[in-house]
């Protein structure tokens, strides 16, 4: 058993005091050892001290009703002693445990003297969960410039002979999918892919008849693996050369590109809309988008809000959406009428993390034109394929001709769907009802949502029937405030965080939006809009739970990336902080506390 001041030192708050009142508090703990069922507080009791679970664990009960299980590190008896009242809760002892009693003297002489570590324990649920969302983010790092070149992703270096023909050197940086290939000999050379355009395509020149020697450039400049990312920037701004070969202990290790030093600053997301806005040819979109995920770990590690973060990746994805309807239409001809190509799903609500797939729709105008949109649905799906956007499962794409249909066409889905709340007509409406036009002026869309709101007032049914499935997906926490975990299967040990936290939130978020007749799909924007309906501070305490869960489902996602694992909506709660698991559990509350409130509304719950 750790001795008090041990203990107290790995505690928060207690461990942000100074020793000397660490001290102070220990002598003025004493140890007990209570038997399993022992009654330690009763309800109505003056609560004389402040109790922390050394071993053991404790339920806590407001009538007959178990409302907390504490456990190693938790503590109790602090909100009675601070705000002079008698005990609230009777709290027994749920296994033979270990306590240490801290006098209520001391430590409300601490609490006088520090009223940072008096804050924390009269901190609400919402600035728990405000700061702990905050908490988890790594922080800003030192800027990339600080870093060695060594520590940024090189591309690979690949090599040709002087004497070799210009076709296979394409053929080389081709297979390797880089810019450059480096030229062997006395004196190293480099030939980029605007060295084979300038000097060979454009000339007319046959690259079966060209040598290597004859377009490379020398001799190649270089930076040492060890200097600083800045130095290598000076090279490439004097020189004018957006690459580098990397040099470590005599030997070329990888190349550093311009691009790559971008991809990792703050202004990432703006060089790459840049980038994506410019380009044309899909193989460099595949690379830019590839890059994407690079971007995101830069920006989660500089702190961003996680609101921003997400919006901010739902711009790019945009982008690339925009560019393939592009290239589609290039393909298949110009549109035979007005069209919108709609994001479904989290790119609708602008929520979109790593590399997830994309739900998306067509709308047109005239029914005629069906056949021209299934082929341009048909191109598009290809080439976001291609980019690299992962397939839908469920094929909710528009090279699936469920998706693509006219205006009048969606008008009667919908109120097909809503006419039917069955389980397949709910789960299809889900996806599609928080649809938002990435391409297109929009109008279509914006008739459509109309249509929508419409029929949500006229068939308050399905929103209930929606509802319900909101209340049969219980966040992963059972009746003694322990995590629900898998049992079986890849996940065993895990808990789904999007399934048991998040969905009830968007959902829930979603069904009474398109009851007050709300347009805004963004479920931040939909909570705080619902302020009037649900109340100020619990749609703060919503937003932060929201907040809360995704950054610590994105920092599990790259995590999982960096340890070589397929990025998902799993966490394993024992490889969280006990600080991580606890403000995991407020935000579950809150959830219950919100799927509470949806059942009373709908009356699905007395």
């Known amino acids: 058993m750790l001795e008090p001041v041990k203990l107290l030192k790995t505690i928060e708050p207690f461990k942000e005091l100074p020793e000397k009142e660490i001290n102070f508090l220990a002598k003025n703990t004493l140890a007990d050892y209570v038997k399993r069922d022992t009654e330690i507080l009763k309800e109505g009791e003056q609560v004389d001290y402040l109790y922390i679970i050394v071993k053991g664990s404790c339920t806590v009960k407001k009538g007959d009703k178990v409302v907390d299980v504490l456990e190693k590190g938790d503590f109790f008896g602090d909100t009675e002693i601070i705000f002079e009242e008698p005990s609230r809760f009777t709290v027994k002892a749920a296994e033979n445990s270990i306590l240490y009693m801290i006098s209520r003297k001391a430590f409300k002489e601490v609490l006088k003297s520090y009223p940072e570590f008096r804050e924390f324990f009269t901190k609400t649920t919402i600035e728990r969960l405000s700061e702990g969302y905050r908490k988890i983010l790594p922080g800003a790092e030192d800027t990339v410039s600080l870093l060695p070149v060594k520590e940024m992703k090189l591309s690979p270096a690949i090599f040709c002979e002087r004497e070799e023909n210009v076709k296979s050197v394409a053929e080389k940086m081709v297979e390797a999918g880089t810019s450059c290939c480096l030229v062997k000999g006395k004196e190293t050379g480099i030939i980029t892919d605007m060295d084979l355009k300038t000097k060979v395509v454009a000339k007319g020149l046959s690259p079966l008849s060209v040598k290597a020697e004859e377009i490379a450039t020398y001799p190649v400049m270089t930076v040492e693996s060890n200097d600083f990312v800045f130095e290598a920037i000076v090279k490439m701004v004097n020189s004018g050369v957006k690459r580098l070969p990397v040099v470590e202990n005599g030997k070329i290790i990888g190349i550093l590109e311009d691009r790559t030093i971008f991809i990792q600053q703050t202004k990432n997301f703006v060089f790459l809309a840049r980038e994506i806005e410019a380009e044309r040819d899909v193989k460099n979109l595949k690379r830019l988008f590839i890059s994407v995920e690079e971007a995101i770990e830069a920006l989660f590690k500089s702190g961003k809000d996680i609101v921003i973060l997400q919006r901010y990746i739902s711009e790019i994805n945009d982008k690339f959406i925009r560019k393939a309807v592009d290239l589609a239409i290039e393909k298949v001809?110009?549109?035979?009428?007005?069209?919108?190509?709609?994001?479904?799903?989290?790119?609708?609500?602008?929520?979109?993390?790593?590399?997830?797939?994309?739900?998306?729709?067509?709308?047109?105008?005239?029914?005629?034109?069906?056949?021209?949109?299934?082929?341009?649905?048909?191109?598009?799906?290809?080439?976001?394929?291609?980019?690299?956007?992962?397939?839908?499962?469920?094929?909710?794409?528009?090279?699936?001709?469920?998706?693509?249909?006219?205006?009048?066409?969606?008008?009667?889905?919908?109120?097909?769907?809503?006419?039917?709340?069955?389980?397949?007509?709910?789960?299809?409406?889900?996806?599609?009802?928080?649809?938002?036009?990435?391409?297109?002026?929009?109008?279509?869309?914006?008739?459509?949502?109309?249509?929508?709101?419409?029929?949500?007032?006229?068939?308050?049914?399905?929103?209930?029937?929606?509802?319900?499935?909101?209340?049969?997906?219980?966040?992963?926490?059972?009746?003694?405030?322990?995590?629900?975990?898998?049992?079986?299967?890849?996940?065993?040990?895990?808990?789904?965080?999007?399934?048991?936290?998040?969905?009830?939130?968007?959902?829930?978020?979603?069904?009474?939006?398109?009851?007050?007749?709300?347009?805004?799909?963004?479920?931040?924007?939909?909570?705080?809009?619902?302020?009037?309906?649900?109340?100020?501070?619990?749609?703060?305490?919503?937003?932060?739970?929201?907040?809360?869960?995704?950054?610590?489902?994105?920092?599990?996602?790259?995590?999982?990336?960096?340890?070589?694992?397929?990025?998902?909506?799993?966490?394993?709660?024992?490889?969280?902080?006990?600080?991580?698991?606890?403000?995991?559990?407020?935000?579950?509350?809150?959830?219950?506390?919100?799927?509470?409130?949806?059942g009373v509304h709908f009356r699905l719950r007395v």
């Open 333 to 598: 001809g110009e549109p035979e009428g007005e069209f919108d190509f709609l994001a479904l799903g989290s790119e609708g609500r602008r929520e979109q993390t790593i590399k997830t797939d994309i739900d998306n729709a067509i709308v047109y105008r005239e029914t005629k034109g069906r056949e021209y949109f299934l082929k341009l649905g048909e191109a598009i799906t290809e080439i976001l394929l291609e980019i690299g956007f992962p397939e839908c499962p469920g094929k909710v794409m528009v090279s699936n001709p469920e998706w693509v249909k006219s205006l009048d066409e969606w008008k009667y889905t919908l109120e097909e769907w809503f006419s039917r709340p069955n389980a397949g007509n709910i789960l299809k409406a889900s996806i599609f009802l928080d649809f938002r036009a990435v391409y297109g002026n929009g109008k279509l869309s914006e008739e459509l949502r109309d249509f929508l709101n419409r029929l949500a007032k006229n068939y308050r049914n399905f929103l209930v029937a929606m509802a319900q499935k909101v209340l049969e997906t219980e966040p992963p926490i059972n009746i003694f405030h322990r995590f629900v975990l898998e049992k079986s299967g890849e996940h065993k040990g895990e808990l789904d965080l999007k399934r048991g936290g998040i969905f009830p939130i968007t959902q829930g978020a979603r069904i009474l939006s398109l009851e007050k007749g709300l347009k805004e799909t963004n479920t931040v924007r939909r909570i705080e809009l619902l302020k009037d309906s649900i109340g100020k501070d619990f749609c703060s305490e919503l937003i932060e739970a929201f907040k809360f869960l995704q950054t610590l489902r994105l920092k599990s996602q790259l995590d999982k990336i960096k340890r070589g694992r397929t990025p998902d909506n799993y966490v394993n709660p024992q490889k969280l902080t006990k600080f991580e698991r606890d403000l995991l559990k407020d935000a579950f509350k809150v959830i219950s506390k919100f799927q509470e409130m949806l």
